[in-house]
């Protein structure tokens, strides 16, 4: 079992940044990709970006690329970090975001199915 916790939403003007983080519990840690989706009411949940096991690739939803930025820490013994940097941000990034983890993204990466273990979420608003 992997138990994963974000945190760092919140309320902020358009144009500007948030950082948001998912501290990970569980199982090695490094043996798991990452990604971020978020979801708005009425709509289905939507892939953000993913990060590879050792942190060495990511890969980015159009919509964000360029603006959001996910890195990983695998250095903690305990608990594990990944990172959604927000930069530029905009109304329509308002949402709830989630992170999710999967031992195998392959071969649909973005897929919500994909991902086994999710987090609670944490709500990002952007005012205009």
């Known amino acids: 079992q992997v138990q994963l916790v974000e945190s760092g939403g919140g309320l902020v003007q358009a144009g500007g940044s948030l950082r948001l983080s998912c501290a990970a519990s569980?199982?090695?840690?490094?043996?798991?990709?990452m990604a971020w989706f978020r979801h708005t009411p009425g709509k289905e949940r939507e892939f953000v970006g993913g990060?590879?096991?050792?942190?060495?690739?990511?890969?980015?939803?159009d919509s964000v690329k360029g603006r959001f930025t996910i890195s990983r820490d695998n250095a903690k013994n305990t608990v594990y970090t990944v990172y959604l940097q927000m930069n530029s941000l905009k109304p329509e990034d308002t949402a709830v975001y989630y992170c999710a983890a999967s031992a195998s993204v392959r071969p649909t990466p973005t897929a919500e199915r994909t991902y086994a273990y999710w987090g609670q979420g944490t709500q990002v608003t952007v005012s205009s």
């Open positions: 569980g199982r090695t840690f490094s043996n798991y990709a």
């Open positions: 990060i590879s096991r050792s942190g060495d690739s990511t890969y980015y939803a």
